[in-house]
């Protein structure tokens, strides 16, 4: 009775657990769904640095929260990677139980079976005896029967004395008694070995009935055991994935960190070139590179999903790299580094919200802080970051948007 209670809990525990895993995958693929489209696109490109600083903050907030979410959820999953456990360990210790029981049953069954034997032995021996006596009684009840009176008769009249006479009476009267007590002795020794043979088998039965209980709660216990195995299992792949999600957020954030560690450093530079360079005097810029060679307009959306922002130019040499990079006009170097998307580039603030860019360069050969003048050399022409050829991308800013470079250039 313990053990079917013990086996119904189980199974009421298995639902419990089954329904939480559930809710939980659930929960999982509903928080995939609604990361994935973030994590695709959290590569910063630099842009307007206080609006890309605060979209970077944004974006890192959201991350953090989401390793916050996936951390309890980790340790929520290992919670129930432990109580699986636990209770795996119960029925393994259930199931030693039962199979020592099963053991002793079987010793048991085994030990009635030979008794049995002995029994049925000795209850056909009893009944052979008792066949024996029996034929004998009947031979002498037949011979008194053919010989009637007479034979007894002769017996008495032949008899010396008085006290043989008497001795004679009374051994018929004895032999006839005991064939009598022979008879009963037998027949009770024949019910009494019936008797217990059934008795033996009762218990067999019983014992067997007990067996295959017990081997049905084994089976029961195994099949639960199987189940919490699989559970087991699924939950610790669960884990597995939830933790490689987590190593993938940890990594997000701390590209998102040096994301904005570097627009914190470029608005501080950006500031700093502002205070240093007074203002723009209106001056037309000087031609960027030594080619003039045109392979993407400012505006063109041949083959883009947006207007283009700048202006491509080609190497001299086609598919040459080398080919240097001047600045168009005096101002200070706010950014001079390496983007995925822009490569290797430079930044340059002009005075009165206006900057130039040269983005894909093979080499950079000014820093940060640099005050540099009209065409100085800045850098060499190359095919860095996200880029389909040699070749340089000038665009113009100005307060923040992009205009056309045409506006300020001369060849």
Not at 48 to 64: F, I, N, P
Not at 196 to 209: F, I, M, R, S, W
Not at 380 to 407: A, C, I
Request: hydrophobic share 35%.
């Amino acid at each position: 009775m313990m053990a079917g209670m013990k086996f119904l809990s189980g199974k009421r525990s298995i639902f419990k657990v089954m329904g939480l895993i559930c809710k939980k995958c659930a929960l999982a693929i509903m928080v995939l769904a609604l990361i994935a489209p973030f994590i695709a696109t959290t590569q910063i490109i630099l842009g307007d640095s206080k609006s890309d600083l605060e979209d970077a903050k944004k974006q890192q907030e959201d991350v953090q929260s989401k390793l916050e979410e996936t951390k309890k959820y980790i340790e929520d999953l290992q919670g129930q990677v432990s109580d699986i456990q636990s209770y795996i360990s119960s029925l393994d210790s259930q199931m030693e139980t039962i199979s020592s029981s099963l053991y002793e049953l079987d010793l048991q069954v085994q030990d009635l079976e030979a008794t049995i034997k002995t029994t049925e032995e000795e209850l056909a021996k009893a009944e052979e005896d008792a066949k024996v006596q029996y034929e004998q009684m009947k031979l002498r009840i037949k011979f008194m029967y053919e010989h009637n009176d007479e034979t007894y008769l002769g017996m008495l009249l032949n008899a010396e004395d008085m006290a043989d006479l008497l001795s004679k009476a009374e051994y018929i009267n004895q032999l006839s008694k005991y064939d009598r007590e022979m008879l009963e002795k037998y027949k009770a020794t024949i019910d009494y070995i019936a008797q217990t043979k059934a008795d033996l088998e009762a218990d067999k039965e019983e014992l067997v009935n007990m067996q295959t209980n017990l081997q049905d709660q084994m089976s029961a216990l195994s099949l639960l055991q199987s189940t919490k195995m699989t559970q087991l299992t699924n939950l610790n792949n669960t884990v597995a994935a939830e933790e490689s999600y987590y190593s993938r957020l940890e990594a997000e954030n701390e590209a998102l960190e040096a994301t904005t560690r570097q627009l914190e450093a470029r608005i501080k530079a950006e500031e700093a070139a502002k205070s240093s360079v007074t203002s723009y005097d209106g001056g037309k810029f000087k031609w960027p590179t030594t080619s003039t060679r045109i392979t993407s307009d400012y505006g063109d959306t041949d083959g883009r999903s947006a207007p283009h922002k700048g202006i491509d130019i080609g190497a001299v040499k086609v598919g040459v790299a080398g080919d240097p990079i001047y600045a168009a006009y005096d101002g200070k170097v706010v950014i001079s580094t390496y983007s995925a998307s822009a490569g290797n580039y430079i930044m340059i603030y002009h005075g009165d919200g206006l900057y130039t860019r040269y983005l894909h360069c093979s080499s950079l050969l000014v820093s940060v802080g640099d005050y540099v003048t009209k065409g100085q050399k800045i850098g060499l022409m190359g095919t860095t970051g996200n880029s389909t050829g040699v070749h340089l991308h000038f665009d113009v800013r100005l307060n923040g948007s992009y205009v056309s470079p045409w506006n300020y250039l001369s060849k």
